[in-house]
């Protein structure tokens, strides 16, 4: 080995060291809260699987099996073994229907609510938000149909589960995409019409979707070239082709969320890039990723563990990219520093019009010191002193009849919320002080 090169972590893999571990960790904390709240328990599937789950699982034309996933021959050491095809899991779906069905999980009756957190593998052209090894935190509503699996309510519980999980995680601004890709029965139908809708236009169309619509037409609706946006536009939409059972399915979901209070957009070409799904699909998304923009995704997988040659055991699902909060957590925290940088460093309120000379007076003495200080009015309620201060300043000192008279005056720090007495003479090395530090 040549020392003057030292070996580096493969392409589209990182180290993760501190403090950013930190961030994992508080990420996957809330997330094991979440959970626990929902009656969700943990499931820890192996991380290499047999090839033939994932093609059978996930689909022979997805992306994910066409060309993502790192697959070898593994020797057999022993007589007794064989040589068999074995693939680093590219989600955890599968591995989870195959547990479900290898321990017989559907004869206990009951619905199993499993969650997941952990690695990856899919080998994708490296970029911001996209590795090829990544986390994912998902989970899973599976079961008998006689446990209540195939109920919108549970689809409904799950969305409204995950938008609870965003906003404890403090994830601002993510968006809920909605649509309903119908049951097995109905897809045929609809692949039928995309066909001969497709048939006249395809040629003008990119190469992918060229390709796509010979192997898996429903693809062609996840297209982003932009040539080919006004043609995909005038296509079928899906859920003109959903039979009386699907749509009163989506309808139930819908209604369920209203009453919950969770928002939603109606995409009608989330298709989803995974062949398992049936009717309910979603995605969130997060405008502050830029191309990489699904936060997570999921849906309903009614026909999955018959496809992988288990029972039927109906559910819903989804997966969260972990490494895509963390970016998303990170640069929230990095816009909110740099919005307290352009802050005052302190606004000064007077408490009733009387102080309002003595507030000007202490205004001067700060900003002479070097401070930026913000100038309140006796006139307002402290109530709205502190709303305005909040808005325009790090702290407020309030500045009232007592504190003239004893010089010793309240200040209240809005990033730690810590409220403290300091004498006049003071103040000014104080507030400097706190400025230096979130420099
Ligand atoms: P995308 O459209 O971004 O490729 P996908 O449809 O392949 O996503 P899923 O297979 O549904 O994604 O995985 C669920 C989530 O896992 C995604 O929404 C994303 O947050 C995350 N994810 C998927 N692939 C990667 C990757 N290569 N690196 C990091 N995160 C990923
Ligand atoms: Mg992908």
């Keep these: 080995m040549n020392p003057m090169n030292p070996l580096k972590a493969v392409r589209g893999t990182r180290d993760l060291m501190p403090p950013e571990t930190a961030l994992w960790n508080r990420i996957e904390a809330v997330a094991r809260s979440v959970f626990g709240r929902y009656n969700f328990g943990e499931i820890r599937t192996p991380i290499f699987e047999d090839t033939a789950l994932f093609a059978r699982g996930v689909g022979e034309e997805t992306d994910i099996v066409s060309k993502e996933m790192y697959t070898w021959e593994d020797r057999a050491r022993a007589q007794s073994e064989k040589t068999q095809s074995l693939t680093l899991r590219p989600e955890n779906t599968a591995g989870v229907v195959r547990a ?24 994708e052209r490296p970029q911001k938000g996209r590795y090829r090894q990544f986390s994912q935190i998902g989970a899973e509503v599976i079961g008998p149909a006689h446990a209540g699996a195939e109920s919108a ?48 236009v395809v040629g003008g169309m990119c190469a992918d979707c060229q390709r796509r619509a010979e192997t898996n037409p429903l693809r062609v609706l996840d297209c982003k070239v932009p040539e080919d946006q006004p043609i995909i536009d005038g296509l079928p939409r899906i859920g003109d082709s959903l039979d009386a059972a699907s749509r009163e399915h989506f309808a139930a979901v819908r209604a369920a969320l209203d009453a919950a209070g969770v ?6 070409r989330l298709v989803r890039g995974l062949d398992y799904y049936t009717r309910t699909t979603f995605e969130f998304t ?34 969260m990219g972990e490494d895509r909060l963390v970016l998303t957590l990170a640069a929230q925290l990095e816009a909110q520093q740099a919005a307290r940088a352009e802050l005052a460093d302190v606004y000064v309120a007077p408490v009733g019009e009387r102080q309002n000379a003595a507030a000007l007076a202490l205004a001067r003495e700060l900003r002479r010191a070097g401070l930026r200080v913000e100038l309140g009015d006796g006139a307002f309620r402290v109530k709205k002193s502190f709303e305005a201060a909040d808005k325009a300043a790090r702290a407020i000192v309030l500045l009232g009849e007592d504190e003239a008279a004893s010089g010793m005056l309240t200040v209240k720090d809005f990033a730690t919320a ?22």
């Design 153 to 200: 309510l549970r689809d409904a519980e799950v969305l409204e589960m995950l938008a609870t999980l965003l906003d404890e995680l403090g994830i601002e601004g993510w968006t809920l995409k909605l649509n309903s890709v119908g049951s097995a029965a109905d897809r045929p139908v609809y692949l039928a019409k995309l066909k001969a809708a497709l048939g006249p």
């Design 263 to 268: 928002g939603y957009t109606l995409d009608h």
């Design 418 to 439: 810590v409220q403290t007495k300091v004498p006049r003479a003071e103040l000014a090395n104080s507030l400097l002080a706190a400025r230096a530090e979130t420099k």
């Design 100 to 123: 479900y069905i290898e321990h017989k999980l559907g004869e206990t009756g009951q619905l199993q609510k499993l969650f997941y957190i952990g690695p990856q593998f899919r080998r």
């Design 286 to 319: 997060h405008g502050g990723l830029g191309a990489q923009n699904a936060l997570l995704g999921g849906g309903r997988y009614d026909g999955l563990s018959e496809a992988i040659g288990g029972p039927k055991a109906p559910g819903i699902g989804f997966a």
